[in-house]
């Protein structure tokens, strides 16, 4: 029965005075909008105004009404305004999933100069280190998927960021920090400090170990990158990393990086996203970012 219409009326009413001048105002004829305010007291059974002279006089119910007009209509202003800047792509929510550690440091990296440019975009960032990145695209749950092991599908859109090295990192002193190329054979027999994510997830394994059948003598998971950095710095073991993030720590740790192997495990991150999404403003300005 309440329509917005009605609310509108009123609140020109009441800051114009006159029937005439609240229809300019709404850019209505007079008639038109006496017509619709007739109809809504006709179904209500309430007066709404009376006239006195050329002005109008609010009843009760007109006063009710006035005042529910002022509560609501700013709040259904704000609401238009919020849906055309999400129709516009301007406004919204890009939720990030990342399947590794090194993935948010690299994301550290484009967050502040994004969020400068996208005031009205939330962003929110899930890391897990057993997160199934693709089952989340695909269910919605994520926006974007941060990884380094995409499977590709024709309903998902795959954007490369940067191509890197898995590097081995070690102490200054460890043994492997010298000379001699970095077998499977010399890493399986020293301990490997590792994040604790599946063993498929792990390059240094899928790409390096496993397909020589070998096995580390000892493993431990640590999910704090620095809290690894420093044990191996400690020399209490080896990890992997970027070769762009262990060079960022060499300055300030006593390690040592050496290529895994005589050619390197070499990788590429991307970004991953579904291709429907990809029309959306922001989302395709973060994917620029990456780039």
Known sequence: MIQRHHLEILMALHEKGTLGEAASHLCLTQSALSHSMHKLEEQSGA???????????????GSYLLELGQQLLPRLQEADATLRAFGEGRRGRLRIGMECHPCYEWLLTVVQPYLRRWPDVDLDVIQKFRFNGLEALTQHRIDILITSDPVFSSDLCHTPVFDYELMLVAAQENALAGGGAITPERLSQTRLIHFPVARERLDVFTHFLSPAGLEPVHQQEVEAMEIMLQLVAANRGVC??????????????PIATRRLGEEGVHKTLYLVYRQADAGIDYLADFVGYGR
């Open 240 to 253: 992997t990393l970027p070769d762009w993030l262990a060079e960022r720590y060499r300055d300030s740790h």
């Open 47 to 61: 007066r709404l105004w009376s006239k006195q002279g050329r002005r109008l006089q609010l009843t009760q119910a």
